[in-house]
């Protein structure tokens, strides 16, 4: 442990909450350096949608390494981005009645972000964007403005600005509009506030507290958007790739986005890609307008092409939502039998225990890994208890980690 206190900066994190030395891991679980076992109900913040180390992909990873394949390639052709721009196109697009564009970006999230600001930006001719009360969207300046947290905007050190900041569906109470404020500004040519270049959100905030926008709410957003010529950007970069029970997040919510953010999970294997979704009719970029090193990330195009396989058809999406409906089971008999107020919120495979306090989060998360579970927090001051296992977790696992955690809250 010395050399990461020694010589790893001041900023990790996460070890902070897990002090151990990871070594080994499967699926939804993992092993340290002293071989004690672990469940996983983090899953890399929602990037090993598919487990650790899962073998069908690693097999195709393999037999491309010795097949000689090129591992970078900037943005040059490659016959593995190829394969996986095909896939994508045919497995996750066509089916849907999609037709966009892939940007592939740096692979990161926040990189992603970057680009559909500027796209936006570019395609209207406007500086600001609209984002919400505890959005999160990444660290980089763009991002970082639109992002809530104010911890996150200190450590900015410059001025963040360009950004409209609009309450969340929900944040104001039930049956609250939070867009009327900003639809009336936007009708008034004297109210100070001008078209915005774009509105972005997570239909589902992850960072932000597991905070679910409903569909009436999103297509009142995109009917704003339309009524003054902004674009609509969804961020899915947490909430896509079958964690909520569909591919994308916002299916069957009546929305069309302009430009969709993808990361984490699409890499498949935990190897990092980053794609802006682009309607054609957008995609006004001059030839490497937006560029980055490792745009061509040649192990992440196998590793994501070989797990769009898992949506061929609707088997594996069906048990996203069967295990789903069998943790949101579980975690309603918990709160019930709790001797603490503790709310409920999400879909799919992807919940929060909103414990109302940082504290009592934080006090679960404690007793949880104290049991061999990894769980972390999110929400305002960590408050919220986050529940996303990996999509393949077997079943009997998926019943442990939830006992272990019920002990956990049982205990406050
Ligand atoms: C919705 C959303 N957008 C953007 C990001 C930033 O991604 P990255 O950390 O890969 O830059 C995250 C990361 O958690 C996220 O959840």
Redesign the pocket.
């Known amino acids: 442990m010395n050399v990461f206190e020694r010589y790893e900066s001041n900023v990790r994190g996460y070890c902070r909450t897990w002090p151990v030395v990871f070594d080994k891991a499967l699926n939804a679980k993992q092993w340290d350096v002293d071989g004690n076992e672990y469940i996983d109900f983090f899953s890399g913040?929602?990037v090993l949608n598919f487990g650790h180390n899962n073998l069908k992909i690693r097999q195709a990873m393999i037999d491309y390494l010795e097949s000689g394949g090129v591992t970078h390639s900037l943005d040059m052709y490659s016959r593995s981005k190829r394969e996986f721009i095909e896939r994508f196109v045919n497995v996750i697009l066509k089916p849907r009645g999609l037709d966009y564009k892939l940007q592939f970006t740096g692979p990161?999230?926040?990189?992603?972000?970057e680009a559909a600001l500027k796209l936006a930006r570019k395609v209207t001719g406007r500086r600001n964007v609209v984002a919400f009360t505890d959005g999160?969207?990444?660290?980089?300046l763009g991002?970082l403005a639109c992002t809530g947290n104010q911890k996150f905007h200190q450590a900015a050190g410059v001025e963040l600005n360009n950004v409209i900041r609009v309450p969340f569906d929900g944040y104001l109470g039930d049956g609250v509009d939070t867009l009327e404020p900003l639809r009336r500004a936007l009708q008034d040519t004297s109210s100070g506030i001008t078209p915005p270049a774009a509105f972005i959100l997570?239909t589902i905030?992850?960072?932000g507290g597991i905070n679910v926008a409903s569909k009436e709410w999103l297509q009142q957003v995109q009917q704003l958007a339309r009524e003054h010529g902004s674009l609509l950007i969804v961020?899915?970069?947490?909430?896509s790739v079958g964690r909520t029970g569909h591919y994308f997040s916002f299916e069957n919510l009546g929305i069309e986005p302009d430009l969709i953010?993808m990361?984490?999970g699409i890499g498949g294997y935990g190897t990092p890609m980053?794609v802006l979704l682009i309607k054609p009719e957008l995609d006004v970029w001059e030839p490497g307008e937006h560029t980055g090193t490792f745009r061509g990330q040649n192990l992440s195009f196998v590793a994501g092409a070989a797990a769009l396989d898992y949506f061929e058809n609707d088997d594996f999406l069906a048990e996203v939502k069967r295990k789903g409906a069998i943790t949101e089971e579980r975690l309603v008999e918990m709160i019930e039998r709790a001797n603490v107020d503790i709310e409920l919120r999400g879909c799919g495979m992807m919940h929060g225990l909103d414990m109302v306090t940082g504290e009592k989060a934080a006090a679960v998360v404690a007793s949880a890994f104290e049991q061999n579970l990894i769980i972390p927090t999110c929400g305002p001051n960590g408050r919220v208890v986050k529940v996303m296992p990996p999509l393949t977790i077997e079943d009997d696992v998926l019943e442990e980690g939830l006992a272990r955690l019920e002990k956990a809250i049982l205990s406050l």
């Open positions: 913040a929602g990161t999230g926040t990189n992603v972000v999160f969207h990444g660290m980089t991002a997570e905030q992850a960072e961020d899915d970069i947490q909430a953010c990361a984490k980053g």
